[in-house]
């Protein structure tokens, strides 16, 4: 227990400094490709970030050999939407009012953010129906997940805003006196980073599992409640960093863009491989991102999210939590 406790903290602090070495990155390629905050933020970041808990789903459901194996894959993609839509985003609101802002609204494109929620809940109600079916041609709408995910892409760098300003970025952590870094030295030190999350991240989630074992609790639950966590680990760093740095606008947008990936590829992978068939905890996990999705939206949509209610979205998973522990001890 000592060595899983050492480890789990151990991974856990290297996540978070190798997530500095990759948003400090991004930046740069952002900036190279004459990319917006908001681009940055929802496709490059997120695509980088989303890497850890795609994988997760990946090994589950391809080289899963039991049912248990590959729920583990489903849970996660049910669960790591979840936690993005509750936990990520309360996150920012919490770091942001422990900064003085507890009564300011949030500094970001709230239109486009609130067009990112409604595609996300348009993907999330069809994910969602589609394990309450079953039928032969089933496993062929993955690709119309993948699809859309290409289209939002798509979109997001058509739209995109002025490219990010140098003024506001630091020196590349790899070339710190280069006022000027090549998109080469970017593009290492991103990829460098990204590894050391992605193997660290193996580790976070390996402890994870093994507390999980040594507290009694089943694989729905490390599937649903315990993975998804660990997994979108990066995300909620990379959002702490932002923020702390006073660029909100790339932290909400980064969660933004991972949302997407987590409701289309790993769907995509699991509809390909499995029978998709949801029961009561995984249709609760979708009824509580939602929920969390709906309140987002309305506010985004009005241009009204404040900080306080952005820190409350977190409430939607402690609920979630609490049923998942009814169900498994009634």
């Known amino acids: 227990m000592f060595l899983t406790l050492f480890l ?34 929802t496709v490059l970041a997120a695509f980088g970030t989303a890497l850890p808990e795609s994988a997760v789903t990946f090994m589950a459901v391809v080289f899963g050999t039991t049912p248990e194996q590959k729920d583990i894959g489903v849970g996660a993609a049910m669960g790591g939407p979840l936690v993005l839509a509750t936990l990520a985003y309360a996150v920012v609101g919490l ?57 939002y892409v798509r ?9 990010l300003d140098c003024d506001d970025l630091e020196p590349l952590k790899l070339r710190p006196r280069d006022p000027d870094p090549t998109m080469a030295w970017a ?49 909620i760093m990379n959002a702490l960093i932002w923020v702390r740095q006073g660029k909100e606008r790339l932290a909400l947008a980064n969660i933004s863009g991972a949302m997407m990936i987590q ?26 991102t939602l929920l969390s999705i709906a309140l987002l939206w309305l506010r985004f949509r009005r241009a009204g999210m404040s900080v306080p209610v952005l820190s409350t979205v977190g409430g939607f998973y402690g609920l979630f939590a609490l049923y998942l522990g009814w169900h498994f001890v009634r």
């Open 95 to 151: 770091a942001l009012w422990r900064g003085g802002r507890s009564a300011a609204r949030i500094n970001a494109d709230q239109q486009r953010l609130a067009r990112d929620q409604a595609w996300f809940m348009g993907v999330f109600v069809v994910k969602v129906v589609l394990g309450l079916v079953a039928f032969a041609w089933k496993p062929w709408l993955g690709f119309v997940f993948l699809g859309v995910y290409a289209l």
């Open 8 to 41: 789990f903290f151990l991974s856990a602090l290297v996540i978070y400094f190798a997530c500095e070495y990759f948003v400090n990155g991004i930046e740069w390629v952002g900036h190279r490709f004459q990319l917006g905050a908001t681009a940055t933020g």
């Open 187 to 235: 593009c290492i030190q991103t990829a460098l980073a990204l590894v050391v999350i992605a193997a660290a991240s193996h580790v976070f989630v390996r402890q994870i599992e093994l507390l999980g074992i040594a507290f009694g609790a089943s694989p729905h639950v490390a599937a649903l409640l315990l993975a998804p966590v660990a997994t979108e680990l990066p995300e």
């Open 155 to 163: 979109r997001e760098l058509a739209n995109d805003e002025a490219c």
């Open 263 to 288: 409701a289309t590829i790993p769907s995509a992978l699991g509809i390909f491989l499995t029978p998709w068939l949801l029961d009561g905890p995984l249709l609760a996990a979708g009824l509580f």
